[in-house]
């Protein structure tokens, strides 16, 4: 029997290299989204409801393979909504006490990526909102519709 196939038993076998230590664990981590969580639907929701429209976990520039939790092309702004736990929140990211080095390593890749992400897309002229997701929906929607106008209008 190889690794990673199911048994007769139900019992699932990790494959070699894997990262998930079980098959608990593997349907715990397939179960987290990367898109359309519920902090980035309430800001959408509430910046539609202001009549703004966007592109949602859509590519900024076409060559950067990244995509942004709301993009709205023409005022170049792109909003990003990140989950306290993957993005490393100062205030609420609490370090895994299993597999702790491999998940720390990832949080901080992710951390250097999104800085990375912010240095590009501002290089090419773009605007960054970054939100956590533990920051009220409504002042994170006031914000990117204020800057949305403000870079319409040309008062960059």
């Not at 703004?52 to 859509?58: E, I, L, M």
């Not at 709205?72 to 702004?77: E, N």
């Not at 989950?83 to 998940?103: A, F, I, R």
């Amino acid at each position: 029997m190889a690794r990673g196939e199911a048994v007769d038993d139900g019992n699932w076998v990790p494959p070699v290299g894997s990262w998930a230590s079980s098959a608990a664990r593997r349907r715990n981590m397939q179960a987290i989204r990367s898109r359309d969580t519920t902090p980035e639907r309430l800001v959408r929701s509430l910046v539609h409801a202001q009549g703004f429209r966007y592109r949602v976990a859509a590519r900024p520039l076409p060559n950067l393979r990244r995509t942004a939790d709301l993009v709205f092309r023409p005022a170049k702004l792109a909003v990003f909504i990140d989950g306290c736990y993957w993005h490393g929140c100062p205030e609420h990211y609490v370090p895994p006490k299993t597999n702790s080095g491999y998940w720390s390593e990832k949080v901080a890749r992710n951390m250097a990526r999104d800085r990375d992400t912010d240095d590009q897309l501002r290089t090419a002229g773009w605007t960054v909102l970054r939100f956590w997701e533990h920051d009220p929906a409504e002042e994170c929607a006031l914000k990117i519709a204020a800057t949305v106008s403000r870079l319409r209008d040309g008062r960059a």
